[in-house]
């Protein structure tokens, strides 16, 4: 992990916490698969 980014939740299941690592590129991103909500 490289990064932890706070942002304002946009829904009532989101905490606004976003993690990130070095390899994460924008086309990575890109690709809604590559996301995964965990609880």
Not at 11 to 21: E, K, Q, Y
Request: charged share 30%; glycine share 2%; hydrophobic share 40%.
């Amino acid at each position: 992990m490289k990064r932890c980014i706070k942002d304002q939740p946009v829904n009532a299941i989101d905490n606004g916490w976003s993690f990130l690592s070095e390899i994460d590129t924008d086309e990575y991103f890109a690709d809604a698969l590559n996301m995964s909500i965990c609880d």
